[in-house]
């Protein structure tokens, strides 16, 4: 079973500011990795997916990068409604289970 | 739009059962596959269940496996989980998402709070 682990735990930046999140897997994952934004109380929102692919209504300051097993989400100058945790994810083919990562908190400095 | 909406979840004893519901709206429901997914409260998320398309082919993540059933029914554009012998570990808000390609969560509903207790 592969497990991805994020990083940091907890990220604290000012608005206008880049973030650098990591997700890294246990084994290879090619580029089958997406990249989800959850805010207090909100459902999960698709943001990247096949590594750097940016789902549909996605601003251009969200993107992705990586492949095997070290993956990056790069926001590069964050807004104010950009503070929220986020969750890397693996898939896979048929079954598609979804293996998700513990999350990263991006908080307001 | 797409519009994914649960219901079904509320407060029940260990041992005894649910069924959640996924009203979904806005797109061809039979054409996707469909998940469950849920978040202990404070805590990430965690996939549970996928159903295919056509209600062929489930598979359930090993935790759930004897307990929980997902199913669908496509005339009616809703998906569902039926939950047994719930434990108080399986708290947790219940989403089911939309599968657009091989495991891509692109729609998500807001979810259901499930709450096993005493």
């Known amino acids: 079973e592969i497990v991805l682990t994020q990083s940091p735990a907890t990220l604290s930046l000012s608005p206008g500011e880049r973030a650098t999140l990591s997700c890294r897997a246990s084994q290879s994952v090619s580029s089958y990795l997406a990249w989800y934004q959850q805010k207090p109380g909100q459902a999960p929102r698709l943001l990247i997916y096949d590594a750097s692919n940016r789902a549909s209504g996605i601003p251009a300051r969200f993107g992705g990068s990586g492949s095997g097993t070290d993956f990056t989400l790069t926001i590069s100058s964050l807004e104010p409604e950009d503070f929220a945790v986020y969750y890397c994810?693996?898939?896979?083919?048929?079954?598609?289970?979804?293996?998700f990562g513990q999350g990263t908190k991006l908080e307001i400095k | 739009q797409v519009q994914l909406v649960e219901s079904g979840g509320g407060v029940v004893q260990p041992g005894r059962s649910l069924r959640l519901s996924c009203a979904a709206s806005?797109?061809?429901?039979?054409?996707?596959?469909m998940h469950w997914v849920r978040q202990a409260p404070g805590k990430g998320l965690e996939w549970v269940a996928v159903i295919s398309y056509d209600g062929s082919t489930k598979y359930y993540a090993d935790f759930v496996k004897g307990r929980f059933t997902i199913s669908r029914d496509n005339s009616k554009n809703t998906l569902y989980l039926q939950m047994n012998s719930l434990r108080a570990d399986d708290t947790a808000v219940y989403h089911c998402a939309r599968d657009t390609s091989y495991g891509i969560f692109d729609q998500w509903g807001q979810g259901t709070l499930v709450t096993v207790s005493s």
């Open positions: 994810q693996q898939r896979s083919n048929w079954p598609p289970r979804g293996t």
């Open positions: 806005g797109f061809t429901f039979s054409s996707y596959v």
